[in-house]
């Protein structure tokens, strides 16, 4: 109970950081829906290898231009701008089906790593606290980032409300949606915009990890849990929620790692369905 009582007692020092982890929470589990049944999970290391382009390229000019300030916001506009941009070439490049779209996503990861590597080998100023602006810290997250990630949800929540039909169908019957008349490359591509504007906010916050885990995790369980798509939406996005809130609050009680310790409460999540689904054979 002592434990419990702290947490409570401390709640003007992680009000901001689980708002931040709430707010990512639901956002990736209901993105995760699509992410996992298009089986383009690795997508989403892949983005997050070219936000981090992005955010060294930042930190690059910055450098060059002398500029000692640091400037949060220009540098997430950056990360953000680099995996809009290459959510957008993955999406082209998986419609029009010239190579594999695993070959796609496994160049874009490694090319971006290794580009983050020789970049932040030229920083001098910002190499000592790298880390935490590439990975995040969602212990200690600023309110400026909670009010970003909550416009960016914001936007996400807007189009997959008023484009909900079009997304679903071009994404999971695509052929048919054609046929119809859909323009499934026009519908694909705002789907992959939303995903690049999702993940460099979410992992600013939180870290690659959680990101990565809740773009897969919730979703799956769910899927595992429920037949109709619109309850799975539900119900990942419900429970990246609570992973991620539940897993913050975990890691402060218990004194744990918190991105860790959110993936695997999150990991938990998976295995009364995959009970469920083996009772059903």
């Not at 709430?22 to 983005?47: D, E, M, N, P």
Request: hydrophobic share 60%; net charge neutral; glycine share 10%.
């Amino acid at each position: 109970m002592s434990a419990l009582a702290d947490f409570l007692a401390a709640k003007d020092i992680w009000r901001d950081p689980l708002l931040a982890s709430v707010i990512a929470g639901g956002l990736c589990g209901f993105l995760g829906v699509y992410v996992v049944l298009r089986r383009t999970v690795f997508v989403s290391a892949a983005l997050t290898q070219l936000s981090t382009l992005g955010l060294i390229c930042a930190l690059l000019g910055e450098e060059s231009l002398h500029i000692e300030a640091e400037h949060a916001g220009v540098q997430l506009a950056v990360a953000i701008a680099f995996s809009v941009a290459g959510a957008l070439a993955l999406g082209a490049a998986q419609a029009r089906r010239r190579l594999p779209a695993e070959a796609g996503v496994g160049i874009a990861y490694v090319v971006a790593g290794a580009l983050v590597v020789l970049g932040a080998n030229r920083l001098v100023h910002a190499a000592h606290d790298l880390n935490a602006m590439v990975f995040g810290n969602a212990v200690a997250v600023p309110f400026s980032d909670v009010v970003v990630l909550g416009l960016v949800a914001l936007v996400c929540a807007a189009v997959h409300g008023v484009f909900a039909k079009e997304l679903v169908f071009s994404s999971f019957d695509g052929e048919t949606a054609a046929a119809l008349g859909y323009s499934t490359r026009t519908w694909n591509g705002l789907l992959y915009f939303t995903i690049g504007l999702a993940i460099p906010a979410a992992a600013r916050a939180l870290g690659a990890l959680p990101v990565f885990a809740f773009l897969t995790i919730p979703a799956s369980a769910a899927l595992l849990l429920t037949t109709r798509l619109r309850s799975t939406f539900a119900l990942a996005t419900a429970l990246g929620l609570v992973a991620a809130a539940g897993g913050y609050a975990l890691s402060w009680m218990w004194q744990l790692p918190t991105g860790a310790t959110m993936v695997a409460l999150a990991g938990i999540f998976v295995i009364p369905g995959a009970f469920a689904r083996g009772g059903r054979g």
